[in-house]
């Protein structure tokens, strides 16, 4: 059964950095495009972020361009996600997904991981 775990959250200082980790188990990595969703509590789901299963085309949420890369190893069949530069901001829960067509919307993911949670405060 496939499955999405995610790992890297925590607290951290505004302006610090993380680095989110998803590990894919059960895909044929190769043919998904993956990416990473984001849920405030009480908001709805903001996607963040996506790479196309060849790596080559990533795409960013523009209130994460320029702060947040989205890479991945198909050599490990993992995806990650780098956070600078990170605002202060509640208890986020960040999920990895994993889609087939198209990963430019929330809709597009048709597996999910369980979430690793991210809190920005000092």
């Known amino acids: 059964q496939a499955q999405l775990v995610e790992s890297g959250g925590g607290l951290v200082q505004p302006g610090g950095s993380l680095r989110l980790s998803c590990e894919a188990h059960?895909?044929?990595?190769?043919?998904?495009?993956f990416g990473w969703v984001r849920q405030a509590p009480g908001k709805e789901q903001e996607w963040v972020a996506c790479i196309s299963s060849s790596g080559y085309t990533k795409n960013y949420a523009d209130s994460v361009k320029g702060r947040f890369a989205i890479s991945r190893d198909n050599t490990k069949n993992a995806i990650y996600l780098q956070m600078d530069s990170l605002k202060p901001e509640a208890s986020v829960v960040y999920y990895c997904?994993?889609?087939?067509?198209?990963?430019?919307?929330?809709?597009?993911?048709?597996?999910w991981g369980r979430g690793t949670k991210v809190a920005v405060s000092s």
């Open positions: 059960g895909f044929i990595f190769d043919y998904y495009h």
């Open positions: 997904a994993a889609a087939r067509r198209t990963c430019s919307y929330v809709l597009d993911f048709t597996s």
